[in-house]
């Protein structure tokens, strides 16, 4: 157990619908990254939030957003939704707020779009 | 930009056997890190090592060794005398760089799956 958590572990929705997911970071962690693990895409990393702030932004579509709360628990919310964005959709946490650091990552939510 | 390459998409062994995964990495930055880490079939990425550019030391932690090589732009693991637990998809990854002055992402293989067999 990473001391990661995510909720809900699966989500099913329809196309146009919007869902958020939700990520607990180990505790005393700052960062939390967003990840992508779909079949044609691998593992692609979405967002970074640092204390509060974003820190880093890599293939993040503009119809997904995220944040990070002052208890530093993170959201992501996936809008617009469409048949591709079914994939499992992970969070990592870790102390520091440089992206080499080590991450611990969730068990993931997966996302089905119908 | 940087890449990693995991050639090996999927391999079969059978159990005490060794086996080593290879990982292929591009990166323009001078100063880079590179992991690997185990995705076992409950779905949840494990960490299992980080690497400096800088210290090229092969590194050994119990039946897991990790061979460094910056001339072959290579970090490739191997798991010695295999065990039907080892069985996952490992995936190597590489620091990128985005911005001047310190921000990082994480650029991962493909994934190699290993499946040990009793």
Same mark, same amino acid.
């Given at each position: ?26 505790? /005393?962690? #700052? ?14 990393? #979405? ?6 702030? +974003? ?20 959201? #992501?919310?996936?809008?617009?939704? +469409?048949?591709?964005?079914?994939? #499992? ?6 102390? /520091? ?18 | $930009? @940087?890449?990693? !390459? ?13 086996? !080593? ?47 460094? @090589? ?10 010695? $005398?295999? @065990? ?8 190597? $990854? ?20 290993? !499946?040990?067999?009793?």
């Amino acid at each position: 157990d990473s001391g990661v958590t995510q909720t809900p572990k699966h989500l099913i929705t329809a196309t146009g619908q919007r869902v958020t997911l939700r990520c607990s970071p180990r505790s /005393g962690d #700052l960062s939390v990254y967003w990840y992508q693990q779909s079949l044609d895409q691998g593992l692609q990393f #979405l967002i970074q939030y640092y204390n509060g702030e +974003e820190r880093a932004k890599g293939n993040i579509l503009e119809r997904f957003s995220a944040q990070q709360f002052p208890d530093l628990h993170s959201e #992501l919310n996936l809008s617009s939704l +469409e048949l591709g964005d079914s994939a #499992l959709y992970f969070c990592a946490s870790s102390v /520091g707020q440089r992206g080499y650091n080590e991450q611990f990552f969730g068990p993931g939510t997966r996302l089905t779009v119908l | $930009a @940087q890449k990693v !390459t995991q050639a090996q998409t999927e391999i079969s062994v059978v159990e005490k056997e060794d086996v !080593t995964l290879d990982c292929v990495y591009e990166t323009r930055d001078t100063t880079y890190y590179l992991f690997w880490y185990k995705q076992p079939p409950s779905g949840e990425l494990v960490f299992l090592i980080r690497r400096n550019s800088f210290d090229e030391q092969n590194e050994i932690s119990g039946r897991y060794s990790w061979n460094f @090589q910056k001339s072959t732009s290579s970090f490739n693991f191997t798991i010695t $005398a295999s @065990q039907v637990v080892d069985s996952a998809v490992y995936f190597c $990854a590489l620091s990128e760089t985005l911005t001047q002055g310190g921000s990082e992402k994480l650029v991962f293989g493909k994934g190699t799956k290993l !499946t040990v067999n009793p």
